[in-house]
């Protein structure tokens, strides 16, 4: 998930709580007006199609995904409505903007201080999902004179890498990623207790049988040049991983689970940059 190029969408109708219990890799049953939740849609195979946020109103549903995908989304969500019970209107007018949490003004941690979202008549916020550490998302849905400070795209950039979050657009290939891999049952996109959705006969199986083979994992630049995205890392110069998104001096890294297991904490590049696992 990208943390502000996104786009928000409405979805209406009959039984879209149940609609969405089937597709969705996160419980539904968490979601409520004051919760909102994260999570993901797989393919039948279990590999990574889209992740977002998912926001409860009265009587209709909000969420959040990735600015370039949002049609594609809105594509497979009516694929499945099979007996075209849902309405999906693109939000025009709505925007993002965010804030690392520790940087929140006082007054705002106390309009926030009882629920997990709290609404204005020009925007909402609420805690991002994906980490009670990471940040606060503000939804604008109309011209605003809001003078908070939002945070810039490095603070939260480096938050993110410190929380081992990843960014879909970046980390993550389409139809392609296993999500376990991605540390998604770590930020709370995940249910293993809710029973049956698109692509979770293989993503339990990762679980429960022991098959997932990488992990994602935070790391430091010691020497060198940080890697490009998708570099090949090794290990005793062995490829064992894949470098992912990056910010400065730190950035994530796609490791094999044996090589973390076996403390292995330095790795490399052809380049000879020399890394460290945090």
Known sequence: MNNTDTKIIKVHGKNIDNFFQNIITNDINNLNTVNPIYTAMLSPQGKYLYDFFILKEENFFL???????????????????????????????????????????????????????????????????????????????????????????????????TNIIPNSELDLIYNKSFILNYNFENINALSFNKGCYIGQENTARQKFRGTQKYSLKSIKIISGTMPDLNEDIFYKNVKVGTMKSRCNDIGLCLIRKDVTKNNADLLQTDKNCILKIL
């Open 63 to 161: 969420l959040e995904a990735n600015a370039n995908k949002v049609n594609s989304l809105i594509d497979e969500i009516n694929r499945y409505d099979i007996r075209k019970d849902i309405s999906i209107e693109l939000q025009e007018n709505f925007y993002t903007k965010v804030i690392i949490k520790e940087n929140l003004i006082k007054d705002y941690l106390e309009k926030i201080k009882k629920n997990k979202v709290y609404r204005e008549e020009s925007f909402l916020f609420f805690l991002d999902p994906r980490s009670k550490d990471f940040l606060y998302r503000f939804w604008f849905y109309k011209k605003s004179d809001n003078l908070l400070n939002f945070s810039s795209y490095a603070e939260v950039e480096r938050k993110r890498i």
